[in-house]
């Protein structure tokens, strides 16, 4: 995929700020309704993010045989080979889920999000949204950061 020059980029991107700054549509009664909304999306989001953290711990406890709080203290009673393989088998794990999954065969990062919000008005396809989200909970539970 070839991407546009520095230059065409911001170009772009003031020209987006500029269309954005002329539309009076965040202002006075509209913003009311944006409330409602937002804080659907904040309670949606800290849910997911206790879930995306539950998953976490499940799959900690199924590879290492015990959750983050005490990971620590019980890998030193782990064999080498135990510890030295998890994270192994995760990555083998993570790289499928990749090739598999994700439609460039990467995960998405914070950067590809700024691209997606400069240039696709935002959008990230669901099956990389996916495909990222499994893959770093794979990467976070088996010791891959």
């Known amino acids: 995929m070839a991407h546009s020059?520095?230059?065409?980029?911001?170009?772009?991107?003031?020209?987006?700020?500029?269309?954005?700054?002329?539309?009076?549509?965040?202002?006075?009664?509209?913003?009311?309704?944006?409330?409602?909304?937002?804080v659907v999306v904040g309670v949606v989001t800290g849910y997911a993010v206790l879930g995306f953290r539950m998953a976490i711990a499940a799959l900690e406890t199924l590879f290492y045989g015990t959750d983050s709080a005490t990971?620590?203290?019980?890998?030193?009673?782990?064999?080498?080979?135990?510890?030295?393989?998890?994270?192994?088998i995760?990555?083998?794990?993570?790289?499928?889920?990749?090739?598999?999954?994700?439609?460039?065969k990467r995960a998405r990062g914070i950067d590809d999000v700024i691209h997606a919000a400069a240039m696709n008005s935002g959008r990230i396809s669901k099956s990389q949204g996916g495909a990222s989200a499994l893959a770093a909970l794979v990467t976070l539970s088996t010791g891959g950061s």
Do not use: Y
């Open 5 to 38: 020059s520095p230059n065409r980029l911001l170009a772009r991107f003031r020209r987006a700020r500029d269309r954005i700054s002329k539309t009076d549509a965040f202002s006075g009664a509209s913003q009311l309704a944006l409330w409602p909304v937002a």
């Open 71 to 88: 990971l620590h203290s019980h890998a030193a009673t782990l064999d080498w080979w135990h510890v030295l393989l998890v994270p192994i």
């Open 90 to 104: 995760g990555g083998l794990i993570v790289g499928q889920i990749l090739t598999r999954l994700s439609p460039t």
